[in-house]
């Protein structure tokens, strides 16, 4: 558990310190780290590889279709520089990615999990991979339990961790076709209606701020609020509404609705097992000065 007991004894309470602070300026930033956890864990291996930017022959896969809307990267490289001045080059950016999320879920209000410690940084990114390993908003239930199986998350842990959708807010972009040209009969009329007024055109700007809460009770806590609203045919994504539409995942929402205990279990074991998805060995990886770039031999 305590991999950096001896060569950095305080790695983890600097982490939570720094997820603490910046929590309190931009309260997002707990949502971005979880978030940041599963784009990073999906693609290959739990290795830091979304952090790295475009350069010296690496292509980001912050550049994908599949991590819009993605931000708060800067911060990452905050919670880095507080690191390296206790202990230069011994904590690892993928550990980074992991330890913050585990403190940014505790700040939304979710279950303290424990995770291992002791991942490597990859010295590539995998931006090819990213559309092929991370699922998308519009995909069918199907597709998405298959991903998740793929690195060993069951349809149970598949439910939970669409739970984390109970957090954050979605870009228009990716709602207005089950707004235009007509509603999707699977929503809710009223909460149609409400969207609508979020999403005014049937072709929103990307780059404009436009969004809708993903739960507008308790937009910024982990809860099974996300649950209750699809039984009401309150999804937002098309992938969260199909949850109580497929016959595989929709015991577990009934359930999940019935019990945020059962739920915040459930997704502390789903998380568990994302954050421990295949990770790189001493001699596989480094341990990078900074999260944005490989380091130069």
Request: hydrophobic share 35%.
């Amino acid at each position: 558990m305590n991999y950096y007991a001896e060569s950095c004894p305080n790695a983890e309470e600097i982490i939570k310190q720094q997820v603490l602070k910046l929590y309190n300026k931009h309260g997002n930033t707990a949502v971005s780290w979880v978030r940041n956890l599963f784009h990073d864990c999906m693609v290959k291996s739990c290795d830091a590889s979304l952090l790295l930017e475009t350069a010296k022959g690496i292509e980001s896969e912050q550049e994908s279709q599949r991590s819009f809307g993605m931000r708060n990267f800067k911060y990452v490289q905050t919670i880095k520089e507080a690191l390296e001045e206790e202990c230069p080059m011994t904590v690892s950016c993928a550990d980074i990615v992991s330890l913050s999320a585990r403190d940014g879920l505790v700040l939304l209000g979710g279950p303290r999990i424990e995770m291992t410690t002791g991942r490597k940084d990859s010295k590539e990114s995998y931006l090819t991979e990213v559309e092929n390993t991370i699922p998308n908003h519009n995909d069918t239930m199907e597709l998405v339990l298959s991903r998740f199986q793929s690195i060993g998350i069951d349809t149970q842990g598949t439910v939970a961790l669409l739970g984390a959708h109970s957090v954050g807010r979605v870009h228009c972009v990716n709602l207005v076709h089950r707004l235009y040209p007509t509603v999707d009969p699977t929503l809710d009329p009223d909460y149609a209606e409400y969207l609508k007024g979020r999403c005014p055109s049937p072709d929103p700007d990307p780059k404009a701020v436009e969004y809708a809460r993903n739960d507008l009770e308790t937009p910024m806590v982990l809860d099974n609020m996300y649950y209750k609203n699809l039984l009401k045919n309150k999804g937002l994504l098309l992938i969260d509404q199909q949850l109580t539409s497929d016959p595989n995942t929709s015991p577990f929402v009934e359930k999940m609705a019935a019990d945020n205990g059962y739920f915040q279990d459930q997704f502390a074991k789903a998380v568990l097992l994302l954050s421990e998805n295949n990770p790189l060995t001493e001699d596989q990886g480094e341990i990078r000065k900074d999260c944005r770039y490989v380091n130069s031999d």
